[in-house]
T-cell receptor
Framework: DGGITQSPKYLFRKEGQNVTLSCEQNLNHDAMYWYRQDPGQGLRLIYYSQIVNDFQKGDIAEGYSVSREKKESFPLTVTSAQKNPTAFYLC???????????FGEGSRLTVL | KQEVTQIPAALSVPEGENLVLNCSFTDSAIYNLQWFRQDPGKGLTSLLLIQSSQREQTSGRLNASLDKSSGRSTLYIAASQPGDSATYLCAVWGNSKLTFGKGITLSVRP
């Protein structure tokens, strides 16, 4: 089945560690996105990529990094510079011409 | 700057009711509007997408309308069921950016 796969579903990190969240899609979508969701704050855009080897910062990119070496993959690294990384992270993809967004199941990161 | 508002934040209704969820946005120059459902601890599931040239979209018991001039969209759920309990979010594409509302948490009581 076509879709977006995020892993791991749950992740625990010690302060000072970098962690990488995986996002893979087999929908053949050009655009991919990373969002962060916190209670009461809605979804906030971290990074997005419209084509391979190109990506743009969103509203809250500080402390995060991404790469887009393949069309299917858009991993997000949460670095130790991110001050408050505990959150629910959502990956999405879309066909830019249509604009319809499809989401993965999310990854919950907890910093101990 | 586009702002998307969904009021109320939470809603509880008895099973069988027809209900309307509202979404308002401040900038009418939008490309499309999308409604999502989110279950606790899960990702967002796309329910309906309304392009800017359209007035409404229907899928099963769901009907979404769009009025760009007034900056409003409504999601109509017919004959609500306990399985409809979830958070419903609307998102607006405009000016190369997608803006989300904070969602309405719906509880349908048996």
């Amino acid at each position: 089945d076509g879709g977006i796969t995020q892993s791991p579903k749950y992740l625990f990190r010690k302060e000072g560690q970098n962690v990488t969240l995986s996002c893979e899609q087999n929908l053949n979508h050009d655009a991919m996105y990373w969002y962060r969701q916190d209670p009461g704050q809605g979804l906030r855009l971290i990074y997005y990529s419209q084509i391979v080897n190109d990506f743009q910062k969103g509203d809250i990119a500080e402390g995060y990094s991404v790469s887009r070496e393949k069309k299917e993959s858009f991993p997000l690294t949460v670095t130790s510079a991110q001050k408050n990384p505990t959150a629910f992270y959502l990956c999405a993809s879309s066909i830019p011409s249509r604009g319809e967004l499809f989401f993965g199941e999310g990854s919950r990161l907890t910093v101990l | 700057k586009q702002e998307v508002t969904q009021i109320p934040a939470a809603l509880s209704v008895p099973e069988g009711e027809n209900l309307v969820l509202n979404c308002s946005f401040t900038d009418s120059a939008i490309y499309n509007l999308q409604w999502f459902r989110q279950d606790p601890g899960k990702g967002l599931t796309s329910l309906l997408l309304i392009q800017s040239s359209q007035r409404e979209q229907t899928s099963g018991r769901l009907n979404a309308s769009l009025d760009k001039s007034s900056g409003r969209s409504t999601l109509y759920i017919a004959a609500s069921q306990p399985g409809d309990s979830a958070t419903y979010l609307c998102a607006v594409w405009g000016n190369s950016k997608l803006t989300f509302g904070k969602g309405i948490t719906l509880s349908v009581r048996p």
